[in-house]
């Protein structure tokens, strides 16, 4: 049985503030979460792995609805460990048109202040976060690295903010 560890994503509660972080996309440029304040609701998808299958397929099931998640209403993240020009190679074989963000370094930190950081495996968990316009988390779900996530769910959550 492989050991796993995973901070307690419960630190972070619903109605608290979100984490702020700037990171580079897979483009090189800069995002920040707070660059969206007051504008938009964020959906922070958190994923292990570039050229990986399932995360393959969630984020292919975003880009193919990406109206839902990248709007006047709405941005999406996509958050790894890997380097923003592995990211690039990836975005770019398979069309992403959101941004793909890299938690390269430092290693995963920005993982870690959201709880979904996994220290044994050195990756992300699958960690989904809906952050409203005023910075405040109002839902989040925490699936382990193998589970792919359910996206009508947070797609549900985004119609009801």
Known sequence: MQRTSVTDAAELALGSTAPDFTLKDQNNGE???????????????FYPATFTGVCQGELCSVQ???????????QVLAVCVDSSFANKVWADQQGFSFPILSDF????????????FNDVAGRAVRGTFVIDKEGTLRWKVINAIPDARDHDEYKRVLAEL
């Open 64 to 74: 193919e609805d990406l109206s839902t998640f990248q709007n006047d209403d709405v």
């Open 31 to 45: 995002v920040s979460l707070s660059s969206f304040r007051g504008s938009k609701n964020v959906v922070v998808l």
């Open 105 to 116: 370094w430092p290693h995963g930190a920005v993982a870690q202040a959201y709880g979904v």
